[in-house]
């Protein structure tokens, strides 16, 4: 028997980020211990542009995860920092996390196997 389609109000589909989004978990992780610059946020993340970075966390903002604070210096100064909300997806990445160590020889495994 089909499944059903998903209903409109599905809370799946408002999740703020799908399984394989991997900077928004990521983001939340390097905001786990308090606020940080765009730019060291980016030290961490060597592999995200600046463009990526920067929509995940007008993303991430949009959402009610993470604050956005500018400093009026010279130079200026902008710090990201994640809200209780966003706090509340640590649990969240930390199981996806155990998941991946139980699980990343088998799914690398079948990767290879199906790419060739």
């Not at 109000?9 to 940080?36: H, M, R, S, Y």
């Not at 996390?97 to 699980?103: G, L, P």
Request: net charge neutral; proline share 10%.
């Amino acid at each position: 028997m089909p499944h059903p389609p998903f209903e409109p109000a599905c809370p799946v589909t408002a999740l703020p980020f799908q399984i394989g989004d991997k900077w928004t978990a990521l983001v939340v992780l390097c905001l786990e211990d308090g606020p940080k610059r765009f730019t060291a946020i980016r030290a961490v993340l060597p592999n995200v542009t600046a463009k990526v970075l920067a929509e995940t966390l007008r993303a991430m903002g949009r959402d009610g995860l993470v604050t956005r604070a500018e400093y009026d210096e010279n130079p200026p100064r902008v710090e990201y920092a994640l809200t209780p909300l966003g706090r509340t997806l640590l649990d969240l990445v930390e199981a996806a996390r155990v998941w991946s160590r139980a699980h990343l020889p088998e799914l690398l495994a079948n990767r290879a196997a199906n790419t060739r």
